[in-house]
């Protein structure tokens, strides 16, 4: 696929991944007192590491040497990606509200642009500093549920804390995966990545396991883990990878402001909870400002570091 071409498609795909994403959001509303958060990772991205391991079971043999010697970036990414920014923000579910958890994951997009200009030699046309900063005072007008000084009466309790560590690893993750250029494609080296998190998950779920009531009996543990899996786990971080190659960490990063409205509807839709007035003026700021984010250039986007 032309170059043009593929980086238009990821344009428009990309604005599905928090869709996917949302699905976490009634995943970590329905676990406490059904399953840890440290046995919900590991078990989410065990079962997503085995599915993208049987997809590119040819391609991961085929370059076993090359794995083999890149093995340590594989457990930093899963560390990262998987044990951070899976069991800590479920973890950090448990003791703080939505609205803190939204403004506190809508600063991943600046701190992953901050970073890849810094340090990936990424660059920002003007539409698309526009285009971010149009989507963040929208992404602000939907948690506020459009009252603007309820901002004054934010605090941070420990879970923010565990979401704060969240955020900023994402950003780390997203600037490494560029960082850290791999000829795997984007379904192998997921698959790498999901068993490196698995591996860093073992010595947490076992303790949870053994020293806590970390698992019901029943269906609804595994209900959730499979949910975590397919959804959020295999098809989001799939589209999110691929479509970094073609746009780029910080361009890609935009779509975290899309969250609250997806989320907004999984709400809706699943529990019972519509959306209001403010949703719809939120969306009216944060679309117009996705699409400036994540338009393409005649000129080149990124550099190589």
């Excluded at 949302?22 to 995943?27: C, D, E, H, K, W």
């Amino acid at each position: 696929m032309p170059d043009a071409k593929r980086q238009r498609l990821a344009a428009w795909v990309i604005l599905v991944v928090p869709a996917f994403w949302a699905i976490n959001y009634v995943v970590a509303r329905k676990a406490p007192g059904v399953i840890g958060p440290y046995v919900l990772a590991l078990g989410r991205w065990a079962m997503a590491g085995a599915v993208l391991s049987i997809m590119a079971r040819q391609e991961l043999w085929a370059q076993r040497d090359q794995i083999l010697r890149d093995w340590r970036q594989h457990l930093v990414l899963g560390f990262l990606g998987m044990f951070i920014c899976g069991a800590w923000v479920y973890e950090g579910a448990r003791s703080t509200g939505a609205m803190n958890i939204a403004l506190i994951y809508a600063a991943a997009p600046v701190l992953i642009s901050l970073g890849s200009v810094l340090f990936l030699h990424e660059h920002l046309r003007l539409r698309q500093m526009l285009g971010i900063a149009l989507a963040l005072v929208g992404v602000v007008h939907v948690v506020v549920r459009g009252e603007w000084l309820a901002l004054a009466q934010f605090q941070f309790v420990v879970g923010d804390l565990w979401i704060v560590a969240g955020t900023v690893a994402w950003a780390v993750y997203a600037m490494l995966q560029k960082y850290w250029p791999s000829t795997l494609s984007a379904t192998a080296r997921l698959a790498l990545t999901c068993w490196g998190g698995v591996v860093t998950l073992v010595v947490p779920t076992v303790w949870e396991l053994l020293f806590e009531q970390a698992m019901q009996p029943g269906w609804q543990p595994w209900v959730l883990m499979v949910a975590a899996a397919l959804g959020p786990g295999v098809v989001a971080y799939w589209i999110y990878s691929w479509a970094q190659r073609s746009l780029g960490a910080s361009r890609v990063s935009v779509v975290f402001y899309l969250g609250p409205l997806w989320g907004a509807l999984v709400a809706w839709g699943i529990l019972s909870e519509p959306p209001g007035w403010h949703h719809v003026m939120g969306a009216a700021l944060i679309l117009p400002g996705v699409f400036l984010a994540t338009q393409t250039s005649s000129k080149p986007t990124e550099q190589k570091s």
